[in-house]
């Protein structure tokens, strides 16, 4: 059985979006109630950019991450840009120079056109710095009062550049190694504290939207250990995005769910959305601990295949049931769909393996699944209760992929309305088939997708 957690259940109330005619967009349930007034302890707007002025507008948060260097291929004009009221842009990266953040020749191309696309659908642009292979120099941009300043300044100078409505900084991660060459002090946590909060003294950096995306983990402070109060941050920030997702995958040591919602009950505890809310809201972010609405839950629409033998992968009671948590041989790692990482040498110089990955739209291409979501003929499916997640395999290439479904999605929706948190992020949003996830997690959270015409 599926637990939560014994704290305050807070109905998610989404009040009316307004946006200009005619246009599709994001409404609340018709019961819905309305609020005032954002609720967001943050000085940024921490809202949806649609109507600056408005109260009514909503803070329900509905999220994705746009992966510019794919842009070649998936234009911003292709997004589904009336499923959210926020977009996110990744990646700009940190460079040895505190004056500088790149921006790799597509994304420079794909940025600006992602504004204007997000400006006519009235959705929030945000730009995201750092990522895995960016957040090598976070640390020194930290470090000092002056490396503070400056890149408080490097930051503004984005935001004029490419007129966004917001900043996230995804740090992989403060004071704990990332992929393996960042700069890490024991002090990155205290000091991207102190640059948030000169950042938000800025006139410019108080109107912006500014969030972070964040570990299953608070952030380590200097003692080694995730800090336990984490409290100032939510002044300064309107939201974090927690990053529910590669909890198990090839360096497990058995099969595991790729984004837990649960796993109280599973062999072995690695973290899940449940224990990540609590160890957040324990750590104090936010302090009201009856409103949790500066926390959005990061979801994946993607998975992590393993190969499985016949023997492991299948129950030798039940031929038509797929065992959970079985072993695999890590010595052959299946490649992924046509957007997985190839075996090369990473920003470290360290050789890397392929990646593994099918996005869902991979798994529809890759004969795992239907284009309506669900397991295609020859392909074995179980859904896992505790985690609440989906396992695919193919007996005949001994594939297993642990993966999210609409399923899945609409259980994590209606865990973020009984928690009363901001809402949802996904990673990432260019898949074919994605609305599928999409329309799940939004329907169980009572968010509908309306077209209005013109009066």
Avoid at 67 to 89: E, H, M, Q, R, V
Avoid at 101 to 120: G, K, M, N, R, Y
Avoid at 175 to 188: F, L, P, Y
Avoid at 263 to 282: E, L, Y
């Amino acid at each position: 059985m599926l637990s939560f957690l014994p704290s305050a259940l807070l109905a998610l109330t989404l009040p009316q979006f307004i946006f200009g005619q005619p246009k599709c967009g994001l409404v609340p349930p018709r019961d819905a109630t309305a609020s005032s007034k954002s609720t967001s302890s943050g000085t940024g707007t921490g809202t949806s950019s649609s109507s600056g002025d408005d109260d009514s507008i909503a803070d329900v948060l509905a999220n994705g991450w746009y992966p510019g260097w794919l842009a070649d291929d998936n234009p911003p004009s292709n997004i589904s840009w009336n499923k959210y009221n926020t977009l996110t842009f990744a990646f700009a990266t940190t460079t040895s120079d505190v004056n500088t953040v790149a921006l790799d020749s597509i994304s420079q191309q794909a940025l600006p056109q992602f504004v204007t696309e997000a400006q006519a659908h009235n959705v929030t642009a945000i730009l995201s710095i750092g990522g895995w292979s960016g957040s090598m120099y976070f640390s020194n941009a930290m470090a000092t009062a002056q490396n503070r300043s400056a890149f408080v300044k490097t930051v503004l100078g984005l935001v004029e550049k490419y007129d966004v409505n917001g900043i996230e900084f995804d740090w992989e991660y403060p004071a704990k190694q990332g992929i393996g060459c960042n700069t890490v002090s024991t002090s990155d946590s205290e000091n991207f504290l102190s640059f948030l909060q000169e950042l938000r003294e800025d006139p410019t950096g108080a109107q912006l939207v500014l969030a972070a995306a964040v570990s299953i983990a608070p952030w380590v402070g200097s003692s080694g250990e995730p800090m336990t109060d984490v409290s100032a941050f939510a002044k300064v920030l309107d939201h974090i995005s927690i990053m529910n997702y590669d909890i198990w995958g090839s360096w497990s040591p058995t099969v595991g769910p790729n984004a837990p919602l649960n796993d109280s009950c599973a062999p072995i505890q690695d973290g899940s959305a449940v224990s990540a809310v609590k160890a957040w809201t324990s750590a104090g972010f936010p302090a009201d601990q009856v409103c949790l609405d500066l926390i959005s839950l990061g979801l994946a629409a993607y998975g992590h295949s393993f190969d499985v033998s016949n023997s492991n992968a299948i129950s030798s009671s039940n031929p038509k049931e797929l065992k959970l948590y079985p072993a695999f041989n890590a010595g052959d790692q299946p490649h992924g769909d046509s957007q997985d990482g190839q075996a090369g040498t990473d920003e470290c110089g360290n050789s890397t393996p392929v990646g593994g990955i099918f996005n869902f739209w991979g798994l529809v291409d890759g004969g795992f699944l239907t284009t309506a979501g669900t397991a295609a003929n020859g392909i074995d499916y179980i859904f896992d209760n505790c985690s609440q997640t989906p396992f695919v395999y193919n007996p005949t290439s001994d594939v297993m992929v642990s993966f999210d479904d609409a399923t899945s999605y609409a259980a994590k929706g209606k865990f973020i309305n009984s928690m009363g948190l901001k809402g949802f992020s996904v990673w990432h949003i260019l898949g074919d088939y994605d609305d599928i996830l999409l329309d799940a997690v939004s329907a169980a959270m009572g968010i509908e997708t309306v077209c209005t015409s013109s009066s």
